[in-house]
């Protein structure tokens, strides 16, 4: 019943392509504007003609030339009537009782695409998308790290999935305090909290509404497309001592953490190509007390956090995307 | 743990090495098509056109000051891949980060004297030692872009369409640029040293004994930067003669954001010499992105064979 099913689906793409090619005009994705000029080819292509589709009066005088024994004209066959052709004179019952005004009205209820057989296909496929991501908004403390994502299409547009950036991978840790930090806690005597991460994790949901392709240098055609991404997971960072460094050590904490952000991916080939992303992870952190307790309470572990803000960080992720299986059948002809 | 670093880098490796094998759209084409070009009857939304684009710029990963800048674009296309332009932008808008805030609220209540803190030795070494770096209205203190002028070239190497949603498509264009920038600063002035500029200078007239009146608003000075500015960006071609523009863009000069002296005494220069200058600034790679709304002149659009 599969194969069955599969073979009318041929079917009807072989109609609907049929039907496209006939009327190419009109179903072009790009129409043209008014006034558009036609092809610089156009001229071209009619002195191109094959000989077979040359008029009668442009063939070469000998063979336009009649044989000698040829029936005359007026002897050709009559045009079969319209509508049964040969069959209803040779069998009636046979002839097709087909009202054409009535077939040509009726709507078909055909899925067209704007466009035809997407260069990569993404519906169960699993991409697999190692990246590096980057801090753009902290100043204070960038959070440097590589990661993680396994996607997996549902649809064409539609993935879910998972990613992890780990920021002190193997021991070492990648966060850098900048020195600005310094020359402003010297300058305006004032301490800035700071955290350092240690690693996230998420579950993810990513649509793809946008596709597309580019021309690069006029030469060569490279495909891309556009997603939207977001979803919850965790995210495991730490105060940086800098108020009461003598008295305070922070262990690391985990914190629900949501995220969304925008991605291109540049298509390389069917099943590899170049991810830039721009991902907000937004949590509620924890940062150091900016005063310290009087005397012995200045060691007691309540008194070392403070603020409890929203803390919003924008990641950039750049990376590749690797697209497993490596190939697939399309399920209509081009 | 070199098994592991193994079982990652050899398979990339391979992966790589495949790759340039199988090519974006097999266009080492061998049939009819060999040596067509790679698109025709492209709508040269460019070519020998000027573009008019009004902008809105936002700077990013600024410490002290946010700025939002208000200009636009004028470029004359000479192909369809290459034009020559400027943009300009003038500081509309400057709005204070939280750090800045922070630092105006420490300072205030640094010098409230009902603080029960205000008489101790500590608070009043405090007092001495910001006065320098911190006026009494900080904002004030803060380097600022007043106006930004570059010439630039810009190359368009990338020349597609975009679907959205499978309704909606758009011309759309990639392109790089890049040219001399000149950005007027305004930047805390020189004081200190051979200035005659008191750094510490009080608030209000006459000696301070008791050591409780805040630094006064420190001056500023404007200048003029000389820095190289480049970026990408893409325009969305919304019609024959229209388009929406998302640029980024880099700006790399140095100057003093926050209008402390941070630098030119010690050991390398690296710390305070009580004086503000030019070793105070700092290299900043500056960014920013801006959207504009681009309007192309002639109206008419040509097409490519």
Request: aromatic residues 12%; glycine residues 10%; charged residues 20%.
């Amino acid at each position: 019943m599969r194969k069955g099913y599969r073979m009318n689906q041929g079917r009807m793409g072989l109609l609907v392509a049929a039907a496209l090619l006939a009327v190419p005009a009109s179903a072009s994705a790009q129409t043209p504007g008014k006034g558009a000029k036609p092809p610089a080819g156009a001229d071209k292509k009619a002195d191109d003609k094959k000989p077979e589709d040359a008029k009668p009066e442009d063939k070469p005088a000998d063979s336009a030339a009649a044989p000698a024994d040829a029936p005359p004209a007026s002897d050709a066959p009559a045009a079969p009537d319209a509508g049964g052709g040969g069959i209803c004179d040779l069998d009636p019952s046979q002839c097709p009782q087909v009202d054409f005004d009535a077939a040509a009205a009726k709507k078909i209820p055909a899925q067209m695409y704007a466009v035809q057989q997407l260069y990569a296909l993404r519906v169960r496929r699993v991409e697999v998308n190692p990246y590096w991501s980057f801090t753009l908004n902290d100043q204070f403390v960038s959070h440097p790290a590589p990661g993680l994502a396994i996607n997996y299409y549902v649809t064409n547009v539609l993935a879910v999935g998972v990613n992890g950036t780990w920021y002190r991978p193997f021991g070492s840790n990648l966060n850098q305090d900048s020195s600005f930090n310094a020359q402003t806690r010297r300058a305006a005597r004032i301490g800035v909290p700071l955290t350092e991460y240690d690693w996230s994790a998420a579950l993810n949901f990513t649509y793809v509404p946008v596709y597309g392709k580019f021309a690069g240098f006029g030469d060569f055609i490279f495909h891309y497309d556009a997603y939207i991404v977001g979803g919850l997971g965790m995210l495991s960072n730490r105060p940086i001592a800098v108020i009461d460094p003598d008295n305070r050590t922070f262990q690391s904490k985990g914190h629900l953490a949501f995220n969304a952000g925008l991605g291109l991916r540049i298509f390389f080939n069917r099943w590899f190509a170049a991810v830039g992303e721009v991902r907000n992870y937004v949590f509620r952190d924890e940062l150091e007390n900016t005063t310290i307790a009087p005397g012995k309470a200045a060691a007691d572990k309540s008194t070392w956090y403070g603020d409890k803000p929203v803390t919003v960080n924008v990641q950039a992720q750049v990376g590749l995307a690797i697209f497993l299986p490596f190939s697939w059948e399309y399920r209509l002809p081009k | 743990m070199m098994r592991r670093i193994l079982t990652v880098v050899l398979p990339t490796a391979a992966l790589l090495g495949v790759s340039s094998q199988a090519s974006a759209q097999e266009n080492q084409l061998t049939g009819p098509l060999a040596g067509a070009p790679a698109v025709r009857g492209l709508r040269l939304h460019r070519k020998q056109r000027f573009e008019i684009a009004p902008a809105i710029s936002f700077t990013l990963l600024d410490e002290f000051q946010r700025h939002i800048l208000l200009g636009g674009r004028l470029t004359y296309n000479v192909t369809d891949w290459l034009g020559l332009g400027v943009w300009g932008a003038f500081g509309a808008v400057k709005q204070t980060t939280g750090l800045s805030d922070r630092i105006q609220e420490a300072n205030d209540q640094r010098f409230k004297q009902s603080d029960p803190n205000f008489s101790t030795g500590q608070a009043s070494t405090g007092r001495t030692l910001v006065r320098a770096n911190v006026g009494k209205d900080f904002k004030q203190q803060l380097g600022a872009i007043n106006w930004i002028f570059a010439p630039q070239i810009t190359a368009v190497p990338f020349r597609g369409k975009l679907s959205l949603f499978q309704k909606i498509f758009v011309d759309t264009d990639a392109y790089f640029f890049a040219g001399p920038a000149f950005v007027n600063l305004r930047e805390r002035e020189d004081c200190g040293g051979s200035t005659g500029v008191d750094c510490s200078a009080r608030d209000g007239s006459g000696p301070d004994p008791g050591n409780v009146r805040p630094a006064a608003t420190k001056g500023t000075q404007s200048r003029m930067a000389i820095a190289p500015t480049f970026g990408l960006g893409l325009n969305f071609y919304t019609g024959q003669w229209t388009s929406i523009g998302f640029e980024w863009r880099a700006l790399l000069y140095s100057w003093n954001t926050g209008g402390f002296d941070t630098a030119g005494g010690g050991e390398g220069g690296r710390f305070p010499d009580a004086k503000i200058d030019k070793s105070d600034r700092e290299f900043k790679f500056n960014q920013m992105i801006t959207l504009s709304f681009g309007m192309q002149f002639p109206r008419t659009i040509k097409q490519s064979d």
